[in-house]
């Protein structure tokens, strides 16, 4: 089970057993939304607006770090999928340096061990890491 950060503290997420049927499947026509769903959604919407928005920022760059080092631990190792994972945090740190508040500098350092271990890695399965996402 995974979670979520929020400024609330972390919530579980979990995945329904079985897929929901899509909102359209509906005795109240096509497009309909049910009403339950429609609140959830509403008070997610709320909640998602009252964090600041470094700190949503951050949460999703940290979901990056995460997507990368997965790719990074399959047997062989996604090299393509987990460098664009690096890439795209790269991107997010490097770009918005100074504006994603407190985790600013834990996410620099992650960016440098996931840089670290992706030419470990690299190599590891018999490339010389010449691809490795830039420091």
Do not use: C, K
């Not at 760059?61 to 987990?82: K, N, R, V």
């Amino acid at each position: 089970m995974s979670s979520l950060w929020t400024p609330e503290g972390e919530r579980p997420v979990g995945r329904p057993a079985e897929p929901a049927p899509p909102p359209d499947v509906d005795d109240r026509g096509p497009g309909a939304v049910d009403p339950d769903v429609a609140e959830r959604l509403e008070v997610l919407r709320r909640e998602l607006l009252s964090a600041p928005a470094e700190v949503v920022v951050a949460n999703h760059a940290y979901g990056l770090f995460e997507l990368a080092a997965l790719h990074l631990g399959e047997q062989p190792p996604h090299l393509e999928s987990a460098r664009l994972a690096v890439d795209a945090l790269a991107a997010l740190v490097d770009g918005l340096t100074g504006r994603l508040g407190e985790a600013g500098e834990p996410l620099r350092e992650a960016l440098a061990q996931i840089r670290l271990a992706y030419v470990q890695i690299a190599q590891a399965a018999g490339g010389d890491g010449a691809d490795a996402p830039p420091a």
